[in-house]
């Protein structure tokens, strides 16, 4: 912001981005990459505060946020993130307005469709399949199946994911997997652990999220990972998800490399 005789007078675009620039890099430039997460957790939050302070729709909000997805992932690309999930849909979401949901559903299947031709990421889905319309399910599933030998970031969709609804159903398909295998209530018991209840998660085989990014100036979870989030690290972001920049990320970056992960101690 310039001054003249009192007056502020904003910075003129080009001028404005060419600062950005110059600020990025140099946070880029300070950032110690052996501190950099393995697997960073993304609330996508503010699409639609954001469409409505710039006289937009709702879905047009949502458009919005899903063309940012594919920056940040290559910002993480760069920064050589290795696993990055998307919270895209909760199951609280399903519960909206049909005229809002059905074009957030077409949004979404778009997103993934196009994570999955852009060749460079591992896409896998997170969330209750069942919960889902079947096209929104197909595209899940093509999506996992072709993309299952790329070898760049593995990308989880969650999409009609709950953190209970996670943890629920982990306890079904242990106490089904064990019905299958004769096991009784008794022995069951005997050998339920946390390991055991993780190898029955959305996310199983995976790291768990070092880092969990929250846009929008929110400060909860909103029941994401809450199984996988027990030692991670929160950076909350005041800025709506479509204008989420990569000085932010950057940001976010910087900020959980200064600290001391105690892991409860």
């Not at 912001?1 to 300070?30: H, K, Q, W």
């Not at 505060?49 to 690309?77: P, V």
């Not at 889905?125 to 790329?150: C, F, I, M, W, Y």
Request: aromatic share 8%; glycine share 8%.
């Amino acid at each position: 912001m310039l001054r003249t005789s009192g007056v502020r007078i904003p910075y003129p675009p080009a001028l404005r981005n060419l600062v950005y620039r110059l600020y990025a890099r140099r946070v880029e430039g300070r950032l110690d990459h052996a501190q950099v997460p393995k697997h960073i957790g993304v609330i996508l939050d503010g699409n639609r505060r954001w469409a409505r302070a710039d006289g937009r729709t709702a879905e047009q909000g949502h458009q919005a946020g899903a063309a940012k997805i594919g920056e940040l992932l290559g910002w993480c690309e760069e920064t050589e993130v290795e696993v990055v999930t998307l919270w895209l849909l909760s199951t609280d979401n399903l519960d909206r307005p049909e005229a809002e949901l059905t074009p957030l559903l077409g949004i979404i299947e778009n997103t993934v469709r196009d994570l999955a031709a852009d060749g460079r990421w591992r896409v896998h889905h997170v969330g209750n399949r069942d919960l889902l319309p079947e096209a929104t399910q197909k595209v899940l599933k093509e999506s996992e199946q072709a993309t299952v030998d790329n070898s760049g970031i593995l990308v989880n969709v969650a999409v009609g994911y709950g953190g209970r609804q996670e943890i629920a159903d982990a306890v079904r398909s242990l106490l089904l997997d064990h019905a299958e295998r004769g096991t009784s209530f008794e022995e069951l018991a005997e050998i339920v652990d946390i390991d055991l209840i993780s190898e029955h998660l959305y996310t199983r085989g995976q790291p768990d999220p070092d880092l969990v990014i929250r846009t929008s100036g929110e400060q909860r979870l909103s029941g994401f990972m809450l199984w996988q989030s027990a030692h991670s690290e929160y950076y909350f972001c005041e800025v709506f998800w479509p204008a989420f920049r990569k000085v932010d990320f950057l940001r976010a970056l910087r900020d959980y490399a200064a600290r001391h992960r105690r892991y409860g101690f």
